[in-house]
């Protein structure tokens, strides 16, 4: 029999650009040697963190049969609502919003929160037209681009690019070219940005949501790595939320990937729409992390944490990863670093590269150095530009020792790509 699957099940199945990179992850990971693993989004083992979901799960597997009743029972569509209330209580004691359980649903991580919502705001229509989801500036999250049920869901503009002392560069969105066309359901961003740490400032959000709000779409903000938690972020920067904004957190880069727990933070129709989703295509969410994380955001443990742990743990990964490229590359190379604004990555221009970033991904492979390239990052715009093909992302989250030796090997290849 041959498998004939649908134009959906096509697009899923095809080699786009996370499945050939989770595949290219698998391969060198079963071959032989270490590797130098830079290129995913895997969080560090924080182990003044680690310390406190131990203390969490011996306290759920003390409480009487709390434990077995969190493993057999389902919770609702919407998430367990002892954690959305300890959620809702923090977040209104944190920053004085106004919100209720009824602007909360989680999700089985927010990846399959980005899949709902960009598939019930964009797409097509019922009067059979199509609606594509803004993204202010690439690069963004690659994880976001084959997420369309239909194709060209996206469309993206370049940013402005600010150089500054030391050889850093900063993004910025380019108001005065970006346009929000009658076809856009809704506008879209990281922040802080996955692949280069950039921050979107103050004025940005403001002025994104006061756009958003002028053309009746909502803006979505991608909070992953942001504020209120996990906080990987290097200046202080609150989240924003109002009508207009669509607010998704995650408890993955807390160091909890594995309980696949995304939070959205809506006005009310948006969460009963996500929970419509859930109930059709999970019938309910993981509830494990929801349960060891609940007591911690009713004291506001979970906030220190981030505060107090987290972020102090990255910002110094992320110093010395920029310390070392300075050192590997030195005075010859030609390169630029995104200021490190938050998340787990550097992001490195190369503008003299004779080659793409892609086929330097592939020389690093074959040295056991995996590494994003960033034509990955570059999607829904309307033209090429040379700098897509001069980027690479590098996660700086691993052992000391993974990292030095990467940062080592990629200046190598650099220098090796220069002199052919």
């Given at each position: ?33 270490d590797i130098c693993m830079m290129g995913g989004g895997n969080p560090a083992r924080v182990p003044a963190v680690e310390a406190v979901w131990r203390k969490q799960m011996a306290k759920l597997l003390g409480d009487g049969d709390r434990f ?312 829904g715009m309307a033209e090429p530009w040379d700098h897509t093909h001069q980027c690479l992302r590098l996660n700086y989250s691993q052992p000391e020792e993974v990292v030095r030796k990467g940062i080592r090997i990629l200046a190598e290849e ?7």
């Amino acid at each position: 029999m041959t498998l004939s699957l649908s134009s959906f099940g096509q697009k899923l199945t095809r080699k786009s650009g996370i499945l050939a990179l989770m595949d290219d992850l698998g391969h060198a990971m079963a071959g032989p040697g270490d590797i130098c693993m830079m290129g995913g989004g895997n969080p560090a083992r924080v182990p003044a963190v680690e310390a406190v979901w131990r203390k969490q799960m011996a306290k759920l597997l003390g409480d009487g049969d709390r434990f077995e009743r969190v493993l057999v029972n389902y919770d609702t569509p919407q998430g367990n609502l002892a954690f959305i209330e300890a959620l809702v209580e923090c977040l209104n004691r944190e920053y004085g919003w106004a919100i209720t359980a009824r602007n909360v649903a989680v999700t089985n991580g927010s990846q399959n929160a980005f899949f709902y919502l960009f598939n019930l705001l964009a797409g097509r229509q019922p009067d059979g037209s199509c609606r594509r989801i803004l993204l202010p500036f690439c690069p963004e999250y690659i994880g976001y681009a084959d997420q369309g049920v239909e194709e060209d869901l996206f469309v993206s503009f370049r940013p402005e690019i600010e150089l500054l002392p030391e050889r850093r560069f900063k993004y910025h969105v380019d108001f005065d070219h970006l346009t929000v066309e009658q076809d856009v359901a809704a506008i879209c961003a990281s922040r802080p940005t996955n692949p280069t740490g950039n921050v979107l400032t103050n004025d940005e959000v403001a002025r994104l949501t006061a756009l958003a709000r002028s053309h009746g779409v909502p803006l979505i903000l991608d909070n992953a790595y942001g504020a209120p938690f996990p906080g990987i972020l290097f200046s202080e920067v609150q989240p924003a939320w109002s009508e207009d904004v669509v607010l998704v957190l995650s408890l993955s880069k807390l160091g909890l990937p594995g309980t696949r727990t995304g939070i959205v933070i809506a006005r009310e129709e948006i969460v009963e729409a996500i929970s419509a989703a859930n109930s059709i295509v999970s019938l309910a969410n993981g509830n494990i992390g929801q349960a060891l994380v609940a007591p911690l955001l009713r004291d506001g443990e979970l906030l220190r944490l981030s505060r107090e742990a987290v972020r102090p743990f990255y910002e110094e990964k992320s110093r010395q990863a920029q310390e070392w490229l300075a050192e590997a590359l030195g005075d010859d190379v030609d390169y630029r670093i995104h200021k490190s604004e938050g998340a787990l990555f550097l992001w490195l221009w190369l503008p003299g590269l004779p080659i793409t970033s892609a086929e330097l991904y592939e020389r690093l492979k074959q040295r056991r150095v995996v590494v994003v390239p960033g034509e990955y990052f570059f999607f829904g715009m309307a033209e090429p530009w040379d700098h897509t093909h001069q980027c690479l992302r590098l996660n700086y989250s691993q052992p000391e020792e993974v990292v030095r030796k990467g940062i080592r090997i990629l200046a190598e290849e650099i220098r090796r790509a220069h002199s052919a």
